[in-house]
């Protein structure tokens, strides 16, 4: 039986090499919108040959018996909206939303990964997002999340990531069921899916009601994976969504159990610079209310990087320190003679 906060031996070796990744210095950069290739016979055709009338009919064949018709007008309703904020604003006021959501649960997969496609372009605009919310997108998004094409499913958790930076969306969001398929496209899914999920699960998880039903679904082993993988690409981004996880107890009590004390360790240790500093942070997280984790992470080895950590990275020397003066504490006094060090920690 794998004792408390032992990971995997295959995710100790993989997280020695950190110092080698290559994972983008922005964990999180602006969500792209439509990144299939270009429409077949549409690159001819400037904005300006598609007069409002033509939208207006293309929009009316959304909701055309013809397959055919359909899959016409949403790729080039689609096409419109790819790079114009200006067409993005006039498809959707000219009454294109509800037919588009209608085609996210059609049972030809082809046209709805179109029109998955063709709402998020449309979401880039602000003034979009809460008209797309309110034709009842959420529950057709995350049904496609679940069932649809892998195209789809990526483009979906694209829509919703831009969807929830409307804070009020985000608990609505959270108990629509859209984290479990998040999660699972975070484990299954292709490197493009990954960093989709990632992406959204961040936004999602910064509202703390969202963070216990991402633990039931296992959030936190496809996370440390991440981290533990530089290959991957994803140690900043994973490693920023743990430290929302951590917020609450059970996130804490998920990532210790699956050998997440080990994984941040070794981050600290051999990690860039972000790394460092956002794996400091989520050991202070663990370190809260909790002696048996505080004893952990010493065991694990974390005051020397600490210390080194305090000695060379401005901005983190005050909270490192306050850290490992936490750390070599004795913990008989209990929770309520550490709490107030680590509210100095947090100013």
């Given at each position: 039986m794998m004792m408390m906060g032992s990971p995997p031996e295959s995710r100790r070796r993989m997280v020695r090499t950190y110092s080698e990744s290559t994972d983008s210095t922005a964990p999180f950069s602006e969500c792209r919108s439509d990144r299939t290739g270009d429409l077949d016979g549409l690159l001819v055709c400037s904005d300006d040959d598609f007069s409002d009338e033509m939208v207006r009919g293309f929009i009316l064949d959304l909701e055309s018996p013809s397959v055919e018709s359909q899959l016409r007008a949403v790729m080039v309703l689609r096409f419109l909206a790819k790079n114009s904020t200006e067409n993005r604003l006039r498809i959707a006021r000219a009454g294109a939303v509800a037919p588009l959501v209608a085609l996210l649960s059609h049972p030809d997969p082809q046209l709805q990964e179109h029109g998955v496609t063709a709402i998020l372009n449309l979401s880039l605009c602000d003034e979009n997002k809460a008209p797309i919310a309110a034709a009842g997108a959420v529950c057709h998004l995350v049904g496609v999340l679940r069932n649809g094409t892998p195209a789809a499913r990526e483009n979906a958790a694209s829509a919703l990531f831009r969807l929830a930076q409307l804070d009020d969306l985000r608990t609505i969001l959270g108990r629509s069921g859209a984290i479990p398929p998040l999660v699972a496209l975070l484990?299954?899914?292709?490197?493009?899916?990954?960093?989709?999920?990632?992406?959204?699960?961040?936004?999602?998880?910064?509202?703390?009601d969202n963070?216990?039903?991402?633990?039931?679904?296992?959030?936190?082993?496809?996370?440390?994976?991440?981290?533990?993988?530089?290959?991957?690409?994803?140690?900043?981004?994973?490693?920023?969504?743990?430290?929302?996880?951590?917020?609450?107890?059970?996130?804490?009590?998920?990532?210790?159990?699956?050998?997440?004390?080990?994984?941040?360790?070794?981050?600290?240790?051999?990690?860039?610079?972000?790394?460092?500093?956002?794996?400091?942070?989520?050991?202070?997280?663990?370190?809260?209310?909790?002696?048996?984790?505080?004893?952990?992470?010493?065991?694990?080895?974390?005051?020397?990087?600490?210390?080194?950590?305090?000695?060379?990275?401005r901005g983190c020397e005050?909270?490192?320190?306050?850290?490992?003066?936490?750390?070599?504490?004795?913990?008989?006094?209990?929770?309520?003679?550490?709490?107030?060090q680590l509210e100095t920690m947090v100013a």
């Amino acid at each position: 039986m794998m004792m408390m906060g032992s990971p995997p031996e295959s995710r100790r070796r993989m997280v020695r090499t950190y110092s080698e990744s290559t994972d983008s210095t922005a964990p999180f950069s602006e969500c792209r919108s439509d990144r299939t290739g270009d429409l077949d016979g549409l690159l001819v055709c400037s904005d300006d040959d598609f007069s409002d009338e033509m939208v207006r009919g293309f929009i009316l064949d959304l909701e055309s018996p013809s397959v055919e018709s359909q899959l016409r007008a949403v790729m080039v309703l689609r096409f419109l909206a790819k790079n114009s904020t200006e067409n993005r604003l006039r498809i959707a006021r000219a009454g294109a939303v509800a037919p588009l959501v209608a085609l996210l649960s059609h049972p030809d997969p082809q046209l709805q990964e179109h029109g998955v496609t063709a709402i998020l372009n449309l979401s880039l605009c602000d003034e979009n997002k809460a008209p797309i919310a309110a034709a009842g997108a959420v529950c057709h998004l995350v049904g496609v999340l679940r069932n649809g094409t892998p195209a789809a499913r990526e483009n979906a958790a694209s829509a919703l990531f831009r969807l929830a930076q409307l804070d009020d969306l985000r608990t609505i969001l959270g108990r629509s069921g859209a984290i479990p398929p998040l999660v699972a496209l975070l484990e299954t899914g292709s490197p493009r899916g990954k960093k989709d999920a990632a992406t959204a699960l961040f936004v999602l998880l910064a509202t703390k009601d969202n963070v216990a039903p991402a633990v039931e679904a296992g959030v936190v082993h496809p996370l440390l994976d991440l981290m533990a993988d530089p290959k991957s690409e994803m140690v900043d981004k994973a490693a920023f969504v743990l430290l929302c996880v951590l917020a609450t107890p059970e996130g804490r009590a998920a990532a210790v159990e699956e050998g997440g004390v080990s994984v941040l360790v070794d981050m600290l240790e051999t990690g860039r610079g972000k790394q460092k500093k956002v794996a400091m942070l989520s050991l202070r997280q663990i370190c809260q209310e909790s002696d048996a984790y505080r004893r952990l992470v010493v065991r694990e080895g974390a005051i020397p990087p600490l210390i080194a950590l305090a000695q060379s990275s401005r901005g983190c020397e005050q909270k490192a320190e306050a850290l490992v003066e936490l750390l070599r504490q004795p913990t008989e006094g209990g929770v309520s003679r550490t709490r107030g060090q680590l509210e100095t920690m947090v100013a």
